[in-house]
């Protein structure tokens, strides 16, 4: 690193004056030569573009996300993502916890839909101990993680036509996520962060406030989505800033390894829960709805027809669950033999994986948490070059990116 | 467990595979070493059998004593996932060529990587840290990487800690507390 060079910045003092003070590290335009081959080719300005820094604290940005931002007049040229704002070691934390604990570890990680970050440490912790856990706990499973599906899928609607520039959408989104969240509550103690899947079954067996409460929603959950769907699908102003931008071609997706809805809104049927099964979804009747447009428009359909799906596997469950019980039997120190295991869910926001190594001891080895949004926020720089300022949010919002998750 | 995967994993990389073909579960896992990498994996994407188009994880492991560069693929010629474990590099220079001209998306991971580990990523155009900030000189995911106090290293020293300052005043200097939870330590 070579010594820092001086930047001129607005005075303190008096607004319309510039002073020069020493540039530190943290400045958009890094004081020293680039490190990488890509800052150089970001950081060199061409004449008529400019820096803009958006974030980290902003609502559009869903979290703590800083975007640097290359624009010429209006338009975005190139975009630099900078993470780590949530950064809190959790994986560290997780090898320095024993089994039991990394389930609330990981809840706060995708604190949407946390029933997926903390269902995935556990089927990993599952496969190295070879379990095999009841029937009914597998469907319990599967009905609380379509419910937290649907509940972030009509949060994702409700914030993307927020991003654009609608009110009410949001608070629709929100009636929806309140009575899911009730009922999770009910079944979980919880309304945000369950910390109710277990290594080896779930924390509680269904109860009577939980099913009085689901048959409630159950009664209407279908009509309140035709009336959202009419809010929002031919409504102009949404469509236009929707339809055609942030458009994401099958090959630019699989090789930025894209998962889940941005990745099935450009053709590809990959959904983990039909490519790769896990837990009773093999023995469910549900279809992978997929759109080839790859805007932000098709992405918005995508989702809606989602939560169809997840209604017709929530009346299967309902139908199919077996009596039995909901924990495999198990002793409180669990020692899984030294192995390695990888596990992989269906999350709202695609693929979301972890990768678990056991030594033999009552803590995990190596615990290594992938989440969709990664992946899938990276694709953004591929998506937004050319477009507006104002619809780089919007795009933003239709990836739908999870801060919490992405920086773990 | 896909067996004919096996073998047509074997056929396809012949002697660039380093020890015999596992599976466990619903993962099969091959070991390569980390000068055949880049070799290797253009091989599982293009080859017409293979068809690893699907990049799932791509993550950094510390054995203790060395380096080990972890990718899960997946390919609908096969039920199973595919694990290729890249290894070993060693502790002092670890490098291994970079995934991103087959998997563009594979830049952060490996930037992620990179952070945690201080594996060198030949070939990425943009390794540089991605968590930590930029003047962080340490890599956090190291063995050797210090932990701040005794607490967060192991819940049971938390936990018996804590019960030791609650033992009755008068109670006789080390003895054991209560409960014994030296199991979790």
Known sequence: ?408 | MDRSLARRLTATLGERLDGPVTARHDTTEIRVKPAVVADVLTALHDAPDLRFEVLADLCGVDTGTDFQVVYHLWSEATPDWLRVICGPLPRDDPRVSSATFLWKGAEWAEREAYDMFGIIFEGNRDLRRIYMPPDYESFPLRKDFPLPDEASRSPGLGVREVEQMRQPIGAVAGAPARRDRSGLA
């Open chain 1, 1 to 408: 690193m070579t010594a820092p060079q001086q930047t001129r910045v607005r005075s303190l003092d008096d607004p319309e004056v510039f002073v020069e003070r020493p540039a530190t590290l943290y400045d958009a335009v890094p004081p020293y030569p680039p490190r990488t081959e890509r800052e150089a080719e970001f950081y060199a300005l061409q004449e008529g573009e400019m820096l803009i820094n958006i974030g980290p604290h902003h609502p559009s940005t869903h979290g703590v996300l800083r975007l640097v931002t290359k624009i010429e007049d209006e338009i975005v040229v190139d975009l630099d993502p900078v993470l780590g704002y949530l950064h809190r070691g959790v994986e560290k934390i997780c090898e320095n916890s024993d089994w039991h604990m990394v389930i609330s570890h990981c809840d706060p990680l995708e604190y949407i839909a946390s029933m997926f970050s903390e269902m995935v440490p556990v089927y990993a912790a599952e496969k190295l101990l070879d379990l095999r856990v009841p029937r009914r706990a597998e469907y319990i499973r599967v009905l609380a993680m379509e419910l937290t599906r649907i509940l972030s899928h009509g949060l994702y609607i409700g914030w993307l036509a927020l991003d654009v520039g609608a009110i009410t959408p949001v608070l629709y989104g929100f009636i929806e996520r309140d009575e899911i969240a009730e009922m999770l509550a009910a079944l979980t103690g919880q309304r945000l962060l369950y910390n109710y899947m277990r290594i080896g079954g779930v924390n509680g067996d269904l109860n009577h406030e939980f099913m009085s409460r689901l048959g409630d929603w159950m009664g209407h959950a279908g009509k309140r989505l035709d009336d959202n769907m009419r809010l929002l699908n031919e409504n102009e102003i949404f469509v236009k800033r929707t339809r055609g931008l942030g458009v994401l071609d099958r090959e630019t997706a699989i090789r930025n390894c894209v998962t889940g809805p941005p990745l099935r809104a450009t053709g590809v049927p990959y959904d983990v829960r039909r490519a790769h099964p896990y837990s009773v979804y093999p023995e469910l009747d549900f279809e992978v709805p997929t759109r080839t447009e790859g805007d932000s428009y098709a992405r918005y359909l995508l989702h809606l027809d989602e939560i169809k799906q997840s209604m017709r596997i929530i009346d299967q469950v309902l139908e199919q669950i077996p009596d039995g019980p909901i924990m495999a039997k198990l002793p409180r120190l669990l020692r899984p033999r030294p192995g390695r295991s990888f596990a992989s869910i269906e999350s709202p926001r695609g693929q979301y994986s972890v990768y678990a190594m056991s030594d033999g001891t009552d803590q995990p080895y190596r615990l290594r948490l992938h989440d969709p949004s990664f992946f899938n926020l990276e694709a953004v720089t591929q998506m937004v070059p050319g477009t507006l300022i104002a619809d780089l949010m919007a795009i933003l919002a239709s990836l739908d990116p999870i801060m919490g998750g992405i920086d773990k």
